[in-house]
């Protein structure tokens, strides 16, 4: 009995090890996204005016995104998906969808701090070729370790496919959740 409670107690200590560098990394992709942010302010304030005002429209819509995703990823749809699913039911099942909601926004707090890394890559997706020549730019392509700007919109579309992979998936798991034999009338 001895050597099944030390093999739990070792697979435990595995996954809380995994769990602990997944939140490490999330963290440390959120940190330098608003690091990026941050600098890229001054770097702007470097420019002369004229290219300045263009980075500046760049960077606006950058710094939107960076904070629509993880409203939009990490609480809105988490709230509104079990809703949806609830009215579509037309059920009377009020705790399926209320567990269902408590499960999804505790899920997607973890990867929240994802989301604005990712917000900000999509808005780098989208900007011209002389975004990545600038300072505000190639302090992006320092930040995800690349040289090149065809390379960091590939990494950009990556994160970007991820975030709503993630998004998709925490769906899924909810409406799955609210059909599970728990809370079957």
């Given at each position: 009995m001895t050597v099944f409670a030390d093999n739990i107690t070792?697979?435990?200590?595995?996954?809380?090890g995994k769990f602990l560098r997944y939140l490490r990394l999330l963290y440390h992709l959120s940190r330098e996204a608003n690091v990026f942010l941050d600098e890229s302010e001054q770097l702007l304030v470097q420019q002369d005016e004229e290219e300045?005002?263009?980075?500046?429209?760049?960077?606006?819509?950058i710094l939107v995104l960076a904070w629509t995703f993880p409203i939009l990823y990490g609480f809105i749809i988490?709230?509104?998906?079990?809703?949806?699913?609830?009215?579509?039911?037309?059920?009377?099942?009020?705790?399926?969808?209320?567990?269902?909601?408590?499960?999804?926004?505790?899920?997607?707090m973890g990867t929240s701090l994802f989301y604005?890394?990712?917000?900000?890559?999509t808005g780098c997706l989208f900007?011209?070729?002389?975004?990545?020549?600038?300072?505000v730019g190639q302090k992006w392509l320092e930040l995800i370790g690349t040289k090149s700007p065809n390379g960091a919109r590939v990494v950009c579309a990556v994160t970007v496919f991820a975030a709503?992979?993630?998004?998709?998936g925490l769906a899924l798991f909810q409406i799955w959740?609210?059909?599970?034999?728990?809370?079957r009338r």
């Open positions: 070792a697979l435990q200590g595995i996954t809380m300045a005002e263009r980075l500046r429209s760049y960077y606006r819509r988490p709230l509104v998906v079990p809703l949806v699913a609830f009215v579509a039911k037309r059920s009377q099942d009020y705790t399926g969808a209320g567990v269902a909601t408590l499960i999804g926004l505790i899920f997607s604005i890394f990712a917000g900000v890559a900007t011209p070729q002389e975004f990545f020549n600038s300072a709503l992979a993630i998004a998709l959740l609210m059909k599970g034999p728990a809370f």
